[in-house]
């Protein structure tokens, strides 16, 4: 199991950035393919965005494409989160999860670990 830590959230208004990060404590974090998600008030988790294990390969929501940048660092054991002209709709408790193996998936059930989620508020 991965321990897994958000940070970053807040308060922005709507066409501001923020950018998450995921710290992770575990020895080989390359051998990770890390995912976003996010639950907004009274609906279901979704699919952010993915990356592979080694950066080499990143995918992402239609609703968030163009827009956010998922990138890692290897060598520090983090995954962030880049989020520019940001909508009242992102509006989201955003949590990074893990999985282990070289298969990206971008559903939830496929992640071993979860972090305990970072709130991101999206003022118009």
Not at 63 to 85: E, F, H, I, W
Not at 90 to 99: E, G, H, L
Request: aromatic share 10%.
């Amino acid at each position: 199991q991965v321990q897994l830590v958000e940070s970053g959230g807040g308060l922005v208004q709507a066409g501001g950035s923020l950018r998450l990060s995921c710290a992770a404590s575990v020895r080989t974090f390359s051998n990770y393919v890390m995912g976003w998600f996010r639950q907004a008030p009274g609906k279901e988790r979704e699919f952010v965005a993915v990356i592979n294990r080694n950066g080499g390969y990143t995918s992402y929501a239609d609703s968030v494409k163009g827009r956010v940048t998922v990138s890692r660092d290897n060598a520090q054991n983090t995954v962030y989160l880049q989020m520019n002209s940001l909508k009242p709709e992102d509006t989201a408790v955003y949590y990074c999860a893990a999985r282990q193996g070289p298969v990206v998936y971008k559903i939830e059930n496929a992640f071993e670990s979860w972090g305990q989620g970072t709130q991101v508020t999206v003022s118009s």
